[in-house]
Nanobody
Framework: VQLQASGGGSVQAGDSLRLSCERS????????MGWFRQAPGKEREFVAA????????HYANYARGRFTIARGNAKNTVYLQMSSLKPEDTAVYYC?????????????????WGQGTLVTVSS
């Protein structure tokens, strides 16, 4: 499984941004898809997750109501739509895939990781 994250950039506080994660390889298995982020000097933290086939999604408290994780129509892409961005959202955002459809907030339960895309939010 290969994951390619994209869509990061520099925005102003209050702006919106959509990150994409394109998955290739791995066959038709059921994967859970998660987004994590890591700010400078901080540990990687959970943002959101959902099953590859859809179903329920889960969010970190700070993301709920501002961020939305969704699967694209192409079925090999998962998006993270972010709105009302704040300077504290500045981080490298990573997408991850976990076998068995996991949607846990625990990063160690994900088997594959993309390279990360940088989001910078200025005030």
């Amino acid at each position: 499984v290969q994951l390619q994250a994209s869509g990061g950039g520099s925005v102003q506080a209050g702006d919106s941004l959509r990150l994409s994660c394109e998955r290739s390889g791995g066959g038709p298995h059921n994967y859970g898809m998660g987004w994590f982020r890591q700010a400078p000097g901080k540990e990687r933290e959970f943002v959101a997750a959902m099953g590859w086939s859809g179903g329920s999604s889960h969010y970190a408290n700070y993301a709920r109501g501002r961020f939305t994780i969704a699967r694209g129509n192409a079925k090999n892409t998962v998006y993270l739509q972010m709105s009302s961005l704040k300077p504290e959202d500045t981080a490298v955002y990573y997408c991850a895939a976990g076998r068995g459809g996991t949607t846990t907030p625990s990063a160690r339960m994900y088997d594959y990781w993309g390279q990360g895309t940088l989001v910078t939010v200025s005030s």
